[in-house]
């Protein structure tokens, strides 16, 4: 079965989509994060939930759902209030382990904190990811833009190419994870320096939050 893609509008996506993997965003701070505080599997679990909750949205895009919450001012509003309050928890969960861990004596020795659950960790990517209204803003108007409708299947082209972003973000992802936990033992064997990680997490998550509640539905 021939795939219904126009492939010079595929070869231009792929490059497209490259540069928009590489741009940080909250989905790879979250695997960073992880995968320096609880190891290279929690790192990939969050990946898996952040390249679950991309297939979901582009599942979404291609039954037209997605249109529809950016096309309702007050649906688009719920999801981008939920995100950012979400964000905004995370962001306030890591400056209060900085706040928590002021004025401690240091330790001659540290032990690495116990990893949190793989069900949770999964979880926290997974919102993270679905409470995003900023991708569903993006599978709408930038998907279009590579999609053929003279070779039909307009619903199919959709969720194949919105599947691309995921597959390709999530190899991103997983090399963060695994760069990332390999220095984690270094990392953690200092608690300033991971109280300091912890406090520039929380003003990222924070300031990730601010940008998606000011997001506005003009995406055209």
Not at 13 to 30: N, T
Not at 99 to 127: K, N
Request: hydrophobic share 55%; charged share 10%; proline share 5%.
């Amino acid at each position: 079965m021939t795939l219904p893609l126009d492939l010079h509008l595929l070869q231009l996506y792929m490059v497209a989509v490259c540069v928009l993997v590489l741009a940080p965003g909250p989905d790879s701070l979250l695997v960073l994060t992880r995968s320096i505080a609880d190891g290279r599997q929690a790192g990939v679990v969050a990946t898996i939930g952040i390249c679950v909750g991309n297939t979901v949205h582009s599942l979404l895009a291609a039954a037209g759902i997605s249109a529809l919450i950016a096309a309702s001012a007050s649906l688009f509003d719920l999801l981008r209030y939920a995100g950012g309050a979400y964000l905004a928890w995370i962001g306030f969960r890591s400056l209060w382990s900085v706040w928590a861990s002021r004025g401690a004596e240091p330790a001659p020795s540290i032990e690495a904190p116990a990893p949190a659950g793989t069900g949770r960790v999964f979880v926290q990517a997974l919102l993270t990811n679905l409470l995003n209204p900023k991708i569903i803003l993006f599978q709408l108007a930038f998907v279009p833009q590579f999609i053929a409708p003279e070779l039909g299947h307009v619903a199919l082209q959709t969720f194949i190419l919105g599947n691309i972003i995921s597959v390709l973000g999530g190899l991103y992802l997983v090399g963060i994870a695994a760069l990332s936990a390999g220095a984690a033992r270094r990392v953690l064997s200092s608690p300033r320096v991971r109280t300091a990680l912890d406090g520039i997490a929380g003003v990222l998550f924070l300031g990730f939050a601010v940008r998606l509640l000011l997001t506005d539905r003009k995406f055209a």
